[in-house]
């Protein structure tokens, strides 16, 4: 009984052993299957590569929006070279460096602190053979170092383009492209700049076909084979046969000329890979090519039109609060004041206007619009404001409006101000305006040659945005280039005036017989087409000119999406809808034979 029972332990020994082991085995299956499961969940590792040189300017918006870029930080390693530098490139790329670098999974920053020019080369935006072996160099490392990560992709990017589209990666990966580029397009809508080719001829180069305008303007849309990509794109290492690929050293059998992105290109063709454009969305913008000729300087003014452009019509772009901005010292320019008027409810454009000064460089005052949207006919007499009885709009024939006559007080408030302060002279900005390029240095030329010639032309007021209304030539005010004696003019975008200026137009007493600003300011230097009106008013001495060039002009004209006009969108001074006049006119326009001439100077058209 005995040997019975201790053969029973034993068995039940071993059965416990045995059933302990498959325990074990169940729990290593289960803990390799949710390790299994945990890698595939995570995004494929990507490292991305930056080669900025010179780019101060253009780098804390950059790097803004690498930081929203929607993709696990944690899964991005940031691998950034810069080299030969005669700004500040690296100090904010250190910066930028060392406040993100616990978001992402690694940066590693290489600088080349010397020399600051390549001796091939003068001027930094020359691009001599050795600058050309010296990028291909530095794209080979980040290939090198994303295959020493194992990254599963690499992203190159240059520092002058811009993802606004956070989604682009995951975009991009999901096309399943070995190498594929998102489509940049040019911040100047009318550039046919992008990072894309349409076409080569037989030697290879640059060839323009109507198929790149067909992707460009999103004719087609879809991920489209092409024969170059450069600038971002993106590589799938996953796919073998980018083993082959490289940028430097380059092939004794290369015969073409020495240049990164044709270099890459015959890498492509050798592995037998293909280059892709994705349009799908819009993903982001690019800058302005920049001529050899062209100074550092003249490159930071280029970029700066850009972005004063884009937000012109677009929310305004964001800069990355963890590197350093360069932005010009604000300065009056020579003014006493700097005045941009704008409604307290049209934070809109006061965000557009503050974002676009501070880029230029100007420093300014809000002067707070005197608002007609809520006006009555008893505020308008209260205010001992009186419109003048017989006038009409020379156009859409209807009487002034309440929103005309608070445009009006905004402007007869500034003159006030100037008056009571002794202002000598004033820059007047609204705040729906678009500057031209190079804004500051044009002006500053148009205030030089208006001080040469202050004794012969003792000026008043010079027009720097504004619409001709008359058909009759404006002459040049002699020894100048950039001025013009000022005839029949429309809107008040922009004006310097002096204090003799505001002295003048305060005089003419208009608030009891009040027209449209824009009516009145030609009346007081004695030019409008309404000789009866014209009369009315005395003494029209004001003395007008006008840039010419102008620099600055609408944002939107009648009919463009987005167009709003808070002087139209108001009843009359007598408390009447005017939405019937322009209706009206613009019926009786539409219905013009055709062929006919029907050119107009309305003054909301262009």
Request: proline share 3%; hydrophobic share 40%.
């Amino acid at each position: 009984m005995r040997v019975f029972f201790d053969s029973l332990k034993k068995y039940k020994i071993i059965e416990e052993k045995e059933m302990a082991a498959k325990s074990s085995i169940v729990f290593v299956l289960i803990f390799t299957l949710i390790f299994i499961a945990k890698c595939e969940s995570k995004k494929p590792t990507l490292l991305l590569s930056i080669i900025s040189r010179n780019d101060e300017h253009v780098l804390s918006m950059f790097l803004g929006y690498i930081e929203k870029l929607n993709y696990p930080k944690d899964r991005i390693s940031i691998f950034i070279q810069t080299d030969h530098n005669i700004d500040s490139t690296y100090n904010v790329l250190f910066t930028w460096s060392e406040n993100v670098k616990i978001l992402y999974h690694s940066i590693k920053l290489l600088h080349e602190s010397e020399p600051f020019e390549y001796a091939d080369t003068v001027g930094p935006n020359v691009w001599s053979e050795n600058r050309y072996l010296k990028v291909l160099k530095l794209r080979q490392n980040a290939l090198e170092e994303a295959r020493k990560q194992w990254a599963n992709y690499i992203l190159f990017i240059d520092s002058d383009n811009f993802l606004l589209n956070s989604e682009t990666l995951n975009i991009l990966m999901k096309e399943e492209k070995t190498i594929v580029a998102p489509m940049l397009r040019n911040f100047h809508d009318k550039s046919a700049y992008s990072n894309f080719w349409g076409g080569v001829d037989e030697k290879g180069y640059y060839r323009r076909v109507p198929e790149y305008f067909q992707i460009l303007k999103w004719d087609k849309v879809g991920t489209f084979e092409v024969p170059m990509i450069h600038s971002t794109f993106l590589i799938d290492l996953e796919d073998h046969v980018t083993d082959k690929l490289q940028f430097y050293p380059i092939d004794k059998s290369y015969s073409s000329v020495i240049d990164d992105i044709l270099v890459f290109k015959y890498y492509v063709k050798k592995s037998g890979l293909s280059f892709y454009i994705c349009n799908k969305k819009l993903f982001g913008y690019m800058t302005n090519t920049c001529t050899s000729e062209m100074t550092l300087e003249e490159k930071k003014i280029d970029f700066i039109d850009s972005v004063v452009d884009y937000t012109a019509y677009n929310d305004p772009l964001s800069r990355s609060s963890n590197a350093p901005t360069y932005f010009p010292e604000p300065s009056y320019l020579g003014f006493d004041e700097i005045f941009m008027i704008n409604l307290e409810r049209r934070t809109d454009r006061y965000e557009k206007m503050n974002v676009s000064l501070r880029e230029l460089g100007i420093k300014w005052r809000h002067f707070l619009a005197v608002d007609g949207k809520n006006f009555t006919k008893k505020k308008v007499d209260e205010m001992g404001v009186a419109a003048m009885s017989d006038f009409k709009d020379p156009f859409l024939k209807r009487p002034i409006t309440f929103g005309e006559i608070g445009c009006f007080m905004s402007h007869w408030n500034i003159w006030k101000e100037i008056v009571d302060r002794k202002l000598e002279m004033v820059l007047v900005l609204e705040d729906d305006v678009r500057f031209e390029s190079n804004f500051v240095n044009q002006l500053k030329e148009v205030l030089k040659q208006a001080q040469s010639v202050r004794n012969q032309e003792n000026w008043d007021l010079i027009y720097t945005g504004r619409k001709r209304m008359s058909r009759s030539k404006e002459i040049f005010v002699d020894g100048t280039d950039a001025l013009v004696h000022a005839r029949y003019s429309y809107w008040t975008l922009g004006y310097i005036i002096r204090l003799s200026g505001a002295k003048k137009l305060l005089a003419g007493k208009p608030l009891g017989r009040m027209v449209p600003v824009d009516e009145y300011i030609p009346i007081m230097f004695d030019d409008h087409s309404n000789v009866q009106l014209k009369e009315q008013f005395t003494p029209r001495d004001l003395v007008a000119l006008s840039a010419e060039p102008l620099l600055m002009y609408p944002t939107h004209y009648v009919g463009d999406e987005g167009y709003v006009s808070d002087t139209e969108d108001t009843l009359s001074h007598q408390e009447e809808d005017v939405q019937h006049f322009r209706k009206s006119y613009f019926k009786t326009r539409a219905n013009a034979v055709k062929g006919a001439d029907t050119h107009s100077n309305s003054k909301d058209e262009l």
